[in-house]
Protein backbone atom coordinates (compact mmCIF):
# COMPACT_ATOMS: atom_id res chain seq x y z
CA UNK A 1 0.00 0.00 0.00
CA UNK A 2 1.68 3.02 -1.02
CA UNK A 3 -0.48 5.34 0.18
CA UNK A 4 0.64 8.90 -1.06
CA UNK A 5 2.96 9.57 -3.72
CA UNK A 6 4.71 12.64 -4.36
CA UNK A 7 7.18 13.21 -7.57
CA UNK A 8 9.66 14.39 -8.10
CA UNK A 9 11.34 14.74 -4.33
CA UNK A 10 13.62 17.32 -5.61
CA UNK A 11 13.69 20.11 -8.59
CA UNK A 12 15.49 23.14 -9.46
CA UNK A 13 14.00 25.61 -11.84
CA UNK A 14 14.62 28.98 -13.08
CA UNK A 15 12.30 31.79 -12.90
CA UNK A 16 9.78 31.96 -15.61
CA UNK A 17 10.07 28.12 -15.72
CA UNK A 18 6.67 26.27 -15.39
CA UNK A 19 6.35 22.19 -14.31
CA UNK A 20 3.81 20.12 -12.50
CA UNK A 21 4.46 18.37 -9.47
CA UNK A 22 2.26 14.81 -9.16
CA UNK A 23 0.65 13.51 -6.72
CA UNK A 24 -1.51 10.29 -6.58
CA UNK A 25 -3.29 7.83 -3.84
CA UNK A 26 -4.22 4.36 -4.12
CA UNK A 27 -6.79 4.96 -1.17
CA UNK A 28 -10.01 5.68 -2.87
CA UNK A 29 -9.70 9.26 -0.98
CA UNK A 30 -12.23 11.75 -1.90
CA UNK A 31 -10.71 14.89 -0.30
CA UNK A 32 -6.71 15.76 -1.59
CA UNK A 33 -5.21 18.97 -0.93
CA UNK A 34 -1.86 20.63 -1.41
CA UNK A 35 0.32 22.31 0.86
CA UNK A 36 3.53 24.56 0.84
CA UNK A 37 5.76 24.59 4.28
CA UNK A 38 7.93 27.45 5.11
CA UNK A 39 10.38 27.98 8.33
CA UNK A 40 8.09 29.40 10.86
CA UNK A 41 5.04 29.46 8.87
CA UNK A 42 3.71 25.88 9.02
CA UNK A 43 1.74 24.40 6.73
CA UNK A 44 -0.25 27.00 4.22
CA UNK A 45 -3.66 25.64 2.10
CA UNK A 46 -2.99 26.10 -1.99
CA UNK A 47 -5.64 24.17 -3.37
CA UNK A 48 -8.27 21.20 -2.54
CA UNK A 49 -10.56 19.30 -4.03
CA UNK A 50 -13.78 16.83 -2.57
CA UNK A 51 -13.71 14.61 -5.66
CA UNK A 52 -13.15 14.28 -9.17
CA UNK A 53 -13.54 17.42 -11.58
CA UNK A 54 -14.23 19.68 -8.03
CA UNK A 55 -11.26 22.13 -6.98
CA UNK A 56 -11.40 25.17 -4.69
CA UNK A 57 -8.69 27.60 -3.59
CA UNK A 58 -6.69 27.24 -0.10
CA UNK A 59 -5.25 30.21 1.80
CA UNK A 60 -2.32 30.98 -0.97
CA UNK A 61 -3.69 30.34 -4.62
CA UNK A 62 -1.55 32.45 -6.51
CA UNK A 63 0.37 31.22 -9.41
CA UNK A 64 -0.63 27.86 -8.99
CA UNK A 65 -3.20 25.76 -10.78
CA UNK A 66 -4.65 22.78 -10.13
CA UNK A 67 -7.19 19.92 -11.35
CA UNK A 68 -8.40 16.57 -10.87
CA UNK A 69 -9.46 14.59 -13.49
CA UNK A 70 -9.21 11.08 -11.38
CA UNK A 71 -10.07 10.26 -7.78
CA UNK A 72 -6.27 9.05 -7.52
CA UNK A 73 -4.23 11.82 -9.00
CA UNK A 74 -4.30 16.11 -8.19
CA UNK A 75 -1.26 17.16 -9.73
CA UNK A 76 -0.29 20.96 -8.59
CA UNK A 77 1.08 23.50 -12.04
CA UNK A 78 3.43 25.95 -11.36
CA UNK A 79 2.53 28.38 -14.34
CA UNK A 80 5.57 30.69 -14.32
CA UNK A 81 8.10 30.27 -11.36
CA UNK A 82 9.23 32.79 -9.07
CA UNK A 83 11.97 33.15 -6.30
CA UNK A 84 8.97 33.13 -3.72
CA UNK A 85 7.26 30.11 -4.92
CA UNK A 86 10.45 28.49 -3.08
CA UNK A 87 9.45 25.81 -0.43
CA UNK A 88 8.47 22.14 0.43
CA UNK A 89 5.05 21.18 -1.14
CA UNK A 90 3.47 18.60 0.57
CA UNK A 91 0.17 16.63 -1.11
CA UNK A 92 -2.22 15.04 1.61
CA UNK A 93 -5.62 13.24 0.96
CA UNK A 94 -8.36 12.10 3.32
CA UNK A 95 -11.26 9.80 2.77
CA UNK A 96 -13.41 13.04 3.25
CA UNK A 97 -13.58 16.15 5.26
CA UNK A 98 -13.13 16.12 8.62
CA UNK A 99 -11.04 13.30 8.68
CA UNK A 100 -7.79 12.94 9.20
CA UNK A 101 -5.19 13.26 6.19
CA UNK A 102 -2.80 11.19 4.72
CA UNK A 103 0.53 13.16 3.60
CA UNK A 104 3.10 11.90 1.13
CA UNK A 105 6.62 13.06 1.94
CA UNK A 106 7.00 15.98 -0.08
CA UNK A 107 8.93 18.08 -3.09
CA UNK A 108 11.24 20.08 -2.17
CA UNK A 109 11.61 23.08 -4.82
CA UNK A 110 14.07 25.92 -5.65
CA UNK A 111 13.63 28.28 -7.94
CA UNK A 112 16.20 30.38 -8.52
CA UNK B 1 -10.41 33.59 10.27
CA UNK B 2 -9.60 30.81 12.12
CA UNK B 3 -6.11 30.49 13.62
CA UNK B 4 -3.96 28.61 15.22
CA UNK B 5 -0.75 29.23 17.38
CA UNK B 6 1.34 26.73 19.52
CA UNK B 7 3.69 26.89 22.31
CA UNK B 8 6.41 26.88 23.17
CA UNK B 9 8.14 27.25 19.59
CA UNK B 10 10.58 24.70 20.70
CA UNK B 11 11.45 22.76 23.88
CA UNK B 12 14.18 20.46 25.05
CA UNK B 13 13.79 17.78 27.61
CA UNK B 14 15.73 15.23 29.17
CA UNK B 15 14.48 11.59 28.67
CA UNK B 16 12.36 10.37 31.03
CA UNK B 17 11.25 14.42 31.86
CA UNK B 18 7.45 14.87 31.27
CA UNK B 19 5.85 17.76 29.19
CA UNK B 20 3.01 19.27 27.75
CA UNK B 21 2.87 20.96 24.48
CA UNK B 22 0.25 23.63 23.84
CA UNK B 23 -2.11 24.39 20.40
CA UNK B 24 -4.21 27.18 20.92
CA UNK B 25 -7.34 27.87 18.39
CA UNK B 26 -10.06 30.25 16.98
CA UNK B 27 -12.38 29.12 14.99
CA UNK B 28 -16.07 28.93 13.76
CA UNK B 29 -17.43 25.88 15.11
CA UNK B 30 -14.71 23.10 15.27
CA UNK B 31 -15.62 20.27 13.13
CA UNK B 32 -11.75 18.94 14.08
CA UNK B 33 -8.73 18.92 15.57
CA UNK B 34 -5.60 16.97 14.50
CA UNK B 35 -2.17 16.39 15.75
CA UNK B 36 0.47 15.48 13.83
CA UNK B 37 4.07 14.18 14.30
CA UNK B 38 6.54 15.35 11.42
CA UNK B 39 10.40 14.09 11.14
CA UNK B 40 13.26 15.94 9.53
CA UNK B 41 12.66 15.41 5.45
CA UNK B 42 8.87 13.73 6.22
CA UNK B 43 5.37 14.55 5.81
CA UNK B 44 3.15 14.42 8.78
CA UNK B 45 1.92 11.28 10.37
CA UNK B 46 -1.17 11.57 11.76
CA UNK B 47 -1.32 11.11 15.50
CA UNK B 48 -4.96 11.92 17.18
CA UNK B 49 -8.29 13.52 16.02
CA UNK B 50 -10.33 15.28 18.73
CA UNK B 51 -13.64 16.31 18.10
CA UNK B 52 -15.50 17.90 20.77
CA UNK B 53 -14.46 19.32 24.30
CA UNK B 54 -13.61 16.85 27.49
CA UNK B 55 -12.07 14.38 24.71
CA UNK B 56 -9.09 12.80 25.36
CA UNK B 57 -7.32 10.55 23.07
CA UNK B 58 -4.32 8.55 24.11
CA UNK B 59 -1.09 6.56 22.16
CA UNK B 60 1.94 5.14 23.73
CA UNK B 61 3.26 8.07 25.84
CA UNK B 62 1.30 10.42 23.93
CA UNK B 63 -2.13 11.77 25.21
CA UNK B 64 -3.99 14.51 23.52
CA UNK B 65 -7.16 16.70 25.53
CA UNK B 66 -9.09 19.19 23.84
CA UNK B 67 -11.46 22.27 25.56
CA UNK B 68 -13.28 24.61 23.72
CA UNK B 69 -10.40 26.83 23.47
CA UNK B 70 -6.67 24.45 23.62
CA UNK B 71 -5.61 21.72 23.16
CA UNK B 72 -2.88 19.85 24.85
CA UNK B 73 -0.28 16.77 23.97
CA UNK B 74 1.42 15.72 27.00
CA UNK B 75 4.59 13.38 26.72
CA UNK B 76 4.88 10.93 29.50
CA UNK B 77 8.68 10.00 30.39
CA UNK B 78 9.72 10.60 26.51
CA UNK B 79 12.47 9.09 25.11
CA UNK B 80 14.93 10.19 22.66
CA UNK B 81 12.58 8.55 19.10
CA UNK B 82 10.05 10.68 20.33
CA UNK B 83 12.20 13.99 19.08
CA UNK B 84 9.71 15.22 15.89
CA UNK B 85 8.01 18.67 15.29
CA UNK B 86 4.68 18.08 16.38
CA UNK B 87 1.83 20.40 14.17
CA UNK B 88 -1.62 20.89 15.22
CA UNK B 89 -4.68 21.93 12.93
CA UNK B 90 -8.30 22.59 12.56
CA UNK B 91 -10.84 22.33 10.51
CA UNK B 92 -14.11 23.95 10.80
CA UNK B 93 -17.97 23.46 10.33
CA UNK B 94 -18.20 26.02 7.46
CA UNK B 95 -14.99 25.06 5.26
CA UNK B 96 -13.19 22.44 3.45
CA UNK B 97 -9.88 24.11 4.74
CA UNK B 98 -7.54 22.62 7.71
CA UNK B 99 -5.58 25.34 9.73
CA UNK B 100 -2.22 24.50 10.70
CA UNK B 101 -0.01 26.11 13.77
CA UNK B 102 3.56 26.50 13.38
CA UNK B 103 4.70 23.70 15.45
CA UNK B 104 6.48 23.09 18.47
CA UNK B 105 10.03 21.32 17.60
CA UNK B 106 10.62 18.47 20.33
CA UNK B 107 13.84 17.40 21.51
CA UNK B 108 14.33 14.73 23.92
CA UNK B 109 17.83 14.14 25.45
CA UNK B 110 19.49 10.63 26.20
Known amino acids: NAGVTQTPKFQVLKTGQSMTLQCAQD?????MSWYRQDPGMGLRLIHY???????DQGEVPNGYNVSRSTTEDFPLRLLSAAPSQTSVYFC???????????FGDGTRLSIL | EDQVTQSPEALRLQEGESSSLNCSYT??????LFWYRQDPGKGPEFLFTLYSAGEEKEKERLKATLTKKESFLHITAPKPEDSATYLC???????????FGPGTRLSVLP
Open chain 1, 27 to 31: MNHEY
Open chain 1, 92 to 102: ASSYSTGQPQH
Open chain 1, 49 to 55: SVGAGIT
Open chain 2, 27 to 32: VSGLRG
Open chain 2, 89 to 99: AVQDNYGQNFV
